[in-house]
C-alpha cells in the first residue's frame, strides 16, 4: 500500500507510544512458569519430574503461575522495534528506537514473534493503553509499502522517516522542477553568514530550504519550509525568514502543509518610519497533499502549488498540449 506523507507523519508519533507504555508501566501477566526446584512449588509435573529426576530425586519438577512481564504484548513490542532498528534513516527517530529497545529488554526477553500473535491479543481495559502501539508493530509485521521519495516502492524502511526532512526535500524538488533553469538556479546550500567580524570572518551560515539565483548570480528569492499544524506562522519561522531575505533584500516565501488556508497570506515588513526594512514581501502557502494522494499525486499537487505561487517571472512556461 502507498502512504502519503501525512500518514507517515501520524505512523512517526505512534512510535511515542512505546515511551509512554514505558513511564505507564508495562503490561503484567500471571503466566505458566516450570522449573526445577529445591523445595516443591505450586504443582508436581509428575511427567517431568519421571523424566527428569528418576527413582531418586533431588529436585522437584514444579509448574506455577508468576506474575510477569514476559507477556505476549511486551514481546511483540520488543520484536516490532527489533525488526525497525535496522531501517529507519532518521537518526532522531533511530536514536528513539534503540532507547526503547534497550529500556524493553530489560524487562522482556526475546522471541520472534508473528502476525498470528498480534491477531490474537484481545486488549481489556486495563491494557488498551497499547492499541497504537500495537497498531505500529502490526505494519512493521506486515512490511506495509511506503512511497520513498524517488517515487518507488520500497518497505518498510520509509515508514518512520523525518517528516520536516521529507517535506522539505520535495518542496525544494517541486520547486527546481517548476522553476526556468535557462535563466534561473535553484539552491539549497548556503547563501552566506549572517555576521561577519572586523577580521573577515564569517559566523552562523544560513541554509535556507530553497534560494534562486539568476544568471548574474543576484539572489532572487529565498524559501523556507516548515512542517507544522498551527494557524500562522511562528515567531521563530519570522525571524529566520526575514534573516535570509534581509541578506539580499529579496521577496522571501514560507511553505507549510495544508491547515484549511488558514497560513496563506502576504506580509510587509514594517518599521517606524512604514519601510520594508530593505526586504521584499513574504508569503506563506500551503501544500494539500489530499488524504487518499499517492506518491506521484502528491508531487504533482506541490508542483502545481509551487508553480501558482511563485513569482510568475520565475517560472518555465508550461508546454502546450
Keep these: 500500500m502507498c502512504r502519503c506523507p501525512g500518514e507517515l507523519q501520524y505512523d512517526g508519533e505512534r512510535l511515542q507510544q512505546v515511551d509512554m507504555i514505558l513511564k505507564r508501566g508495562l503490561n503484567w501477566e500471571y503466566l505458566v512458569e516450570e522449573s526445577s526446584e529445591t523445595h516443591l512449588r505450586g504443582q508436581l509435573d509428575l511427567q517431568q519430574q519421571l523424566q527428569r529426576q528418576g527413582v531418586t530425586p ?54 520472534r514473534m508473528s502476525l498470528r500473535d498480534i491477531e490474537s491479543v484481545s486488549l481489556t481495559r486495563l491494557n488498551e493503553y497499547y492499541d497504537n502501539a500495537l497498531r505500529l508493530a502490526k505494519l512493521i509485521f506486515e512490511q506495509a509499502f511506503v512511497a520513498d521519495l524517488g517515487g518507488r516502492n520500497r518497505r518498510i524502511q520509509s515508514l518512520l522517516i523525518d517528516m520536516e526532512s521529507t517535506f522539505e526535500r520535495v518542496v525544494y524538488r517541486a520547486v527546481k522542477a517548476v522553476v526556468d533553469t535557462e535563466y534561473y538556479d535553484v539552491r539549497n546550500d548556503s ?111 506541490v508542483e502545481a502549488t509551487i508553480r501558482d505561487n511563485l513569482p510568475q517571472s520565475l517560472v518555465k512556461s508550461e508546454a502546450l498540449p
Excluded at 509448574?63 to 514476559?70: F, H, K, N, P, Q
Excluded at 531501517?87 to 528506537?97: E, H, N, P
Excluded at 530553497?210 to 498551527?230: A, M, P, S, Y
Design 58 to 111: 533431588k529436585r522437584f519438577e514444579c509448574r506455577y503461575d508468576e506474575l510477569s512481564t514476559e507477556t505476549r504484548l511486551n514481546k511483540i513490542l520488543l520484536d516490532g522495534l527489533h525488526r525497525l532498528r535496522p531501517l529507519v534513516t532518521s537518526s532522531s527517530v533511530r536514536s528513539d528506537v534503540n532507547r526503547y529497545y534497550g529500556r524493553l529488554q530489560q524487562y522482556v526477553s526475546y522471541e
Design 191 to 301: 547563501i552566506g553568514h549572517l555576521s561577519q567580524s572586523e577580521s573577515g570572518i564569517g559566523h552562523l551560515s544560513m541554509y535556507p530550504d530553497f534560494w534562486i539565483q539568476n544568471r548574474e548570480e543576484d539572489v532572487v528569492l529565498v524559501g523556507d519550509t516548515k512542517w507544522k499544524t498551527g494557524t500562522e506562522p511562528s515567531r521563530d519561522n519570522f525571524y529566520q525568514i526575514a534573516a535570509y531575505q534581509a541578506k539580499y533584500g529579496t521577496p522571501g516565501v514560507l511553505v507549510y502543509p495544508d491547515v484549511a488556508g488558514e497560513m496563506t497570506d502576504t506580509y510587509t515588513y514594517a518599521t517606524g518610519s512604514g519601510t520594508d526594512a530593505g526586504r521584499g514581501e513574504l508569503w506563506s502557502i500551503e501544500i494539500e497533499p489530499g488524504e487518499e494522494a499517492s506518491y506521484d499525486q502528491f508531487v504533482q499537487t
